[in-house]
Nanobody
Framework: QVQFVESGGGLVQAGGSLRLSCSASGSTVSINTIGWYRQAPGKQRELVAA???????NYEDFVKGRFTISRDNAKNTVYLQMNSLKPEDTAVYYC????????????WGQGTQVTVSS
């Protein structure tokens, strides 16, 4: 079964940057659309950004211009570069394979905590 390991989170002040990594098993990254999700305390898990096998990217409005998703097929890794971080970006960030309906396909990994202080 496909597994994901997220890393790169941490504590940063508002306006700072972090780069998250999502390491997936097998050739998952090269043959699937991969999405980054996040879940804040008391909130639903939400899709943040996605990247297709053709490197087409999609971003939710609240991160456009600040976050960049990228893929390295050789490393089977997807990245999320996060700039100009805001306190409302505080959440646990997860990655997963997206279906054609933008839903997660596999069980969630542990995620990586991002905390943005004011």
């Amino acid at each position: 079964q496909v597994q994901f390991v997220e890393s790169g989170g941490g504590l940063v002040q508002a306006g700072g940057s972090l780069r998250l990594s999502c390491s997936a098993s097998g050739s998952t990254v090269s043959i699937n659309t991969i999405g980054w999700y996040r879940q804040a305390p008391g909130k639903q898990r939400e899709l943040v950004a996605a990247i297709t096998t053709r490197s087409n990217t999609n971003y939710e409005d609240f991160v456009k211009g600040r976050f960049t998703i990228s893929r390295d097929n050789a490393k089977n890794t997807v990245y999320l570069q996060m700039n100009s971080l805001k306190p409302e970006d505080t959440a646990v960030y997860y990655c997963n394979v997206l279906t054609t309906w933008r839903t997660p396909k596999y069980p969630w990994g542990q995620g990586t905590q991002v905390t943005v202080s004011s």
